[in-house]
């Protein structure tokens, strides 16, 4: 029997109006600047708080995959857990994300073809209420339109595992990897800014150490940091920011970034604005 997973932070973190969620996701591209790469980007890696916080930043990445509707056919999307534990990675029992702008079908041949890791494995729960997959989802169908997704909640593993994930799923040009991560958390803003602009030189020497105080999504940024460097990807910071920059306080603030990794030496400068 077909089953979807519902959007749950619809209203919340994004507007749940598909006409506002639609204007709002367009407006954060129009604002964002791609590269001028040959080759599109192999991942990325987004920030998934609420779009007011982080919708600027995470649209620096999703503009690099203009014009690339029916090119990218798959997404394999990585976050961490935040509700729910889980020791390795759960996938979801579904055959679709919903959100408002949607259905989004899942690949079930790609998340069977992890079955035999003793890491990965099925959990509903993990993936019921999870923010951090479910926000990247009207950015990827605005930029995408119809794409395949699997959806990977990240909980207790190693680096090596997510990398291991990864290669099982790394394919070609027409797969795309976006891991989503937040940085720092609840820090005052000039003491943030420091340790953001460490942890961003981190992901840019391809340092796979990066620890849970530096960002949320540690292990899947260091299980993709693992994998880039094996296949000689170039990462390269799109954005870095923090909450008082967009709507926050700035005496508890969150850090955001945004990183696109291309194959070497193949992202170049800024074209014009989005217009899709």
Not at 2 to 9: D, E, M
Not at 64 to 85: D, F, K
Not at 172 to 195: M, N, W
């Amino acid at each position: 029997m077909h089953s979807t997973r519902p959007a749950a932070v619809a209203g919340m973190f994004y507007p749940a109006n598909p006409h506002e969620l639609d204007r709002a996701v367009r407006g954060f591209l129009a604002q964002a600047r791609p590269l001028d790469a040959p080759r599109p980007p192999k991942a990325l890696i987004v920030p998934h708080a609420g779009y007011v916080y982080s919708g600027p930043i995470a649209a620096s990445a999703y503009v690099q995959l203009a014009g690339l509707a029916g090119r990218i056919r798959r997404v394999v999307l990585l976050g961490p857990t935040h509700r729910v534990y889980v020791r390795g990675m759960a996938l979801p029992d579904a055959d679709t994300f919903a959100t408002p702008l949607g259905p989004v079908p899942l690949d079930q041949a790609a998340m069977r073809s992890l079955a035999d890791l003793p890491y990965v494995g099925k959990n509903a729960a993990a993936h019921q209420l999870e923010h951090s997959l479910e926000v990247q989802l009207p950015f990827l169908q605005e930029v995408l339109g119809d794409f395949a997704l699997v959806p990977i909640a990240v909980g207790e593993a190693s680096a090596d595992e997510v990398a291991e994930v990864l290669e099982r799923l790394w394919d070609g040009d027409e797969t795309l990897i976006v891991v989503s991560s937040d940085l720092s958390h609840y820090l005052p803003d000039a003491i943030a800014r420091r340790v953001d602009a460490a942890t961003a030189q981190g992901v840019l020497a391809l340092d796979p150490r990066l620890s849970h105080e530096q960002a949320c999504g540690a292990t899947p940024v260091n299980g993709l940091l693992l994998a880039a460097r094996r296949h000689g990807l170039q990462p390269v910071a799109l954005d870095l920011r923090n909450s008082s920059d967009t709507a926050g306080d700035p005496e508890r603030v969150v850090g955001y970034a945004a990183f696109a990794f291309y194959p070497q030496g193949e992202a170049r400068q800024p074209k014009e604005a989005y217009h899709g």
